[in-house]
């Protein structure tokens, strides 16, 4: 019964996902584009963090490997940018593997320097390896198109957009669910007991920060074709924070906190962007106040209330 | 051809010997109790035979192939299942989803099939759900099948975990302290289920336990250990009398009683 | 031969800054469990706040270094207090999403008080800028300066671990809080203290630092990288071990920055902390048992 409800529920949702940009003002079309980006990113990221529990801050760099990576193929060797976005992506899980093979040996506060002084590191790369980034000046990307047809407005982009963020969210939801997705879920709750079932712990940690790193690279790429200029500044350590804070603020390890967190966290930037410094300060403040009080994240809470007490 | 085979083991911890040349065979279908007082290095063997530990010296031989070096889950994968002292439940996990768990090894989705829901890896994976329903049914938890693993009593989490172990027909099972912490009823249900899987799945089985009256009861043979060291080895009957066992277990000698049949 | 000391030397003294800022982070960690991503931070407060007071009293640096110091120990000790205590049994992710949480808001309140721009600090230093000579390696007073102070320091801090009796008390509650407190001691006080060290430690290697760069609100991050680079280095635990990291890494960057290229320099800690952490995570001296899978 529930699931008939569920199915209509979605469906409709769907149904005016794809109805509603005439009825947005161009801002709020900016913003739900935004949006959806940072869900593509915090749900990859969630893979890693949420699902097998390992601490990942360089996040950011993944996403500018994914936008650097498209922008440079499209405008130095002319592919369209369409084919760029997976590309962008798959240049992205490249990177991830390479650093996931050895980053993933270990574990809590040492992960999390690594990945950390990795995202530090390819941010400085992005800024000063002129010849390739253009350095602090960033790069122009043109508006997309698909054979005469030009992604000029954000209207537009933004079917593009949703269309590749639907696709992400249903394969991972169907990771999730399979096999895999225990298998992480196992590697998070207890690695002694998952290993006495056969499962190859480094496997599935580096096979979930591929992924993750994949989703951030299309986010990447996808954001290069929204905003049209990307800059080394962007992606750095408050980047991977945000990324990072979307997860945990969410609900962590759940399936819809990584959407709920994304939402929250952009809208609550856009809130505060008005009060300069004053956005840090209060951004820095919620994050410890959710650590102390609200650890399982909005959607953590409202599931363990609601739904798991059986 | 024994099952396993574990010779002249020797594990070391910084200078502490914490096992010194253990022998051990297993026959095939066979329940070996192992049995000693706390701290004479019974989950310290089981630690060893999964992979966890590395032994200075020995060899173990799973199936006539030597399992030294190898890493825990391939061990696991070969067909060694294990349960532990405490239970290393998948607690925000259903009952469901940590038997699942348990038939990993059995799953051979490819990632692309899994991440597209093939139809191939749809079939696979309602038979995967068949077999732990199966298990859930076996072990008596299959009214809970949906509740989280942290919400069932104690007992219940046990046979979970004990279920998870078994789900996927490994050829030797190893169990910590089964027992421990159950009732006296959930004993009896534990003994039928133990002597059903020598039987019926032809599983071997190691157990360690400290209650004397179910161990001695349902294994066919035991071996002792003490400080490291394996002090006797036999018949329950035979390893009752012993006198070394009897020493290391000054005190307890009033629990070496005949179990009642 | 002589460039070569020369460097060294110069090294020793960036690198003693870099061992005084890791041992506040190792010593955080080892007492509590808690990586403080903020450390950063408190080097950057204590930057400022320096400048400030160098501009109100318009006098003896020393005692707006000293002020900077204290204050910087206080906003220490008000986070400890605030944020971190209520973390204590938390599960690592919390703790190290809190610090980084505080870190953002430091920075954030550093940026709107003192504007995003860089500024530079006067060196501290009361022994002119003449160059000093000896066998023919030349060597500014502030190096000078800092390679004895920072000696003195870390000294100082052994043997107050060693010998004191609140040192070994410190160090009994960092090796096992329950039985300390079973034994009597304020497990609660004694992390207060740790903390306020380690501000103090980072507050020091904060001005020290800044003298010889500039402020900016955002260099705790880089610093902190070199920082752990040094701990990791070092071993993570003990704190002699520490020390010996940063002076290695030190000298590493100025050799790096003198024989192959300036830009280099900011990679540097980076590629040293990512080839320490794949070839050797135990550091050069820790047999300490980082999880491995």
């Keep these: ?170 394969i ?20 002694t007991a998952a290993q006495s079932l056969g499962v190859n712990l480094r496997y599935y940690k580096i096979v979930a920060f591929v992924m993750s790193a994949f ?60 009060l300069r410094g004053m956005q840090e300060i209060i951004y820095g403040i919620i994050l410890v106040v959710f650590m102390i009080f609200m650890s399982k994240g909005i959607w953590g809470m409202i599931k363990e209330r609601y739904i798991d007490s059986r | 051809m024994s099952v396993l085979s574990i010779k002249g083991v020797t594990m070391e911890f910084g200078g502490i010997k914490a096992l010194s ?36 010296e020995g ?36 009952v469901m989803d940590n038997v699942l768990i348990g038939l990993h090894t059995l799953g051979k989705s490819s990632f692309v099939s899994e991440a597209l829901k093939l139809p191939g890896e749809r079939k696979e994976e309602l038979e995967l759900r068949e077999k732990a329903s199966h298990i859930l049914e076996w072990i008596g938890l299959k009214e809970v099948a949906d509740r989280l693993g942290c919400n069932l009593p ?35 249900n534990l003994d039928r289920l133990v002597k059903l899987l020598r039987d019926e799945m032809k599983i071997t089985i190691l157990l360690i336990e400290h209650d004397m009256r179910l161990v001695m009861g349902i294994s066919d043979r035991v071996t002792v250990l003490n400080y490291g060291e394996k002090i006797a080895e036999g018949l329950p009957s035979e390893v009752r009398k012993d006198r070394k066992v009897i020493e290391a277990y000054l005190g307890e000698e009033k629990k070496l009683r005949k179990p009642k049949t | 031969m002589k460039t070569i000391l020369q460097l060294i030397l110069n090294g020793i003294a960036s690198g003693s800054l870099y061992s005084l800022f890791a041992l506040g982070i190792v010593m955080i960690y080892k007492a509590t469990n808690v990586a403080n991503f903020a450390q950063g ?62 870190s953002i808001a430091l920075r954030g309140g550093i940026r709107m008080i003192w504007g995003p721009h860089i500024r530079p600090i006067p060196p501290i230093s009361l022994f002119g800028s003449t160059l000093i000579k000896f066998f023919g390696i030349i060597i500014t007073p502030h190096n000078l300066f800092v390679i004895l102070f920072t000696s003195a320091l870390m000294f100082s801090l052994l043997c107050f671990f060693r010998y004191s009796k609140i040192g070994k008390a410190m160090r009994a509650v960092a090796q096992d809080q329950e039985a300390s407190s079973l034994m009597g001691l304020s497990v609660k006080k ?30 705790g991050v880089v610093l902190l990288i070199k920082a752990f680079t040094a701990a990791i280095l070092g071993g993570f635990i003990s704190l002699p071990g520490t020390v010996v990291g940063g002076l290695i890494l030190g000298i590493i960057e100025t050799l790096v920055g003198y024989y192959i290229s300036t830009k280099l320099v900011s990679v540097t800690a980076f590629i040293v902390l990512i080839l320490v952490l794949f070839f050797k995570p135990e550091g050069i001296f820790g047999t300490h048992g980082i999880k491995k899978v």
């Design chain 1, 172 to 191: 991972a939801r169907n990771i999730i669910r399979s096999r895999t997705g225990r298998a992480f879920l196992s590697i998070r709750e207890s690695e």
């Design chain 2, 21 to 56: 040349k253990i022998d051990m065979d297993l026959e095939e279908c066979e329940i070996r109790g192992l049995i000693g007082p706390n701290g004479a290095g019974k989950t310290t063997v089981f630690n060893v035979i999964t992979g966890i530990y590395r032994p200075k």
């Design chain 1, 1 to 170: 019964m529930m699931n008939y409800y569920k199915t209509i529920l979605l469906l409709v949702g769907l149904a005016l996902l794809f109805v509603i940009p005439p009825f947005l003002k161009p801002y709020y079309m900016f913003m739900v584009n935004y949006i959806l980006i940072y869900i593509i990113l915090a749900v990859g990221l969630n893979l890693v963090m949420g699902y097998t529990g390992q601490i990942s801050l360089g996040n950011a760099a993944f996403f500018g490997i994914g936008a650097y990576g498209s922008a440079l193929l499209s405008i130095k060797l002319g592919i369209p940018f369409l084919i760029c976005i997976p590309l962008g992506g798959a240049i992205s899980a490249f990177f991830g593997f390479l650093v996931a093979v050895p980053a993933l040996r270990m574990s809590g506060l040492y992960l999390a320097m690594v990945t950390l002084g990795f995202g530090e590191l390819v941010q400085l790369i992005f800024f000063q390896w002129e010849g390739l980034t253009r350095g602090p000046d960033g790069i122009v990307i043109p508006k997309p198109k698909f054979g005469s047809f030009e992604f000029s407005n954000d209207y537009r982009v933004y079917y593009l957009i949703l269309i590749t963020a639907l696709f992400l969210l249903i």
């Design chain 3, 190 to 219: 004694y992390f207060t203290l740790t903390w306020t060290i380690s501000a103090g430690l980072g507050a020091v290697a904060g001005i020290l630092i800044a003298s010889l760069i500039y402020l900016e609100p955002d260099m």
């Design chain 2, 154 to 188: 104690f007992g219940q989490q046990k046979f979970l975990e004990f279920g998870r172990a078994i789900v996927c027909k490994p050829t030797l099972l190893l169990l910590d302290e089964p027992a421990a912490g159950l009732n006296f009823e959930e004993k009896v």
């Design chain 1, 215 to 274: 989703f951030a690279g299309i986010a990447g790429a996808l954001y290069g074709a929204f905003v049209h200029y990307i800059s080394p500044d962007i992606f750095g350590v408050f980047e991977s924070i945000s990324h990072l804070s979307m997860v945990i603020i969410g609900g962590i390890g759940t399936n819809l906190g990584p959407i709920v967190g994304a939402i929250f966290v952009i809208i609550l930037l856009e809130v505060l962007k008005g």
């Design chain 2, 59 to 94: 060899d173990i031989r799973f199936n006539g192939d030597s399992i030294l070096g190898k890493k825990p889950h391939e061990i696991s994968g070969l067909g060694i299942g294990r349960t532990f002292q405490n239970p290393q439940l998948f607690q925000t996990l259903t």
């Design chain 3, 41 to 102: 931070e408190m080097m950057t407060i204590a930057g400022y706040m320096t400048l400030l007071f160098l501009y109100l009293i318009q006098g003896l640096g020393i005692i707006a270094f000293l002020l900077g110091i204290l204050c910087t120990c206080a906003v220490g000790l008000i986070i400890e207090r605030i944020a971190y205590r209520p973390l204590i049994k938390a599960p690592i992710i919390s703790i190290v999403i809190a610090t980084l949480g505080v």
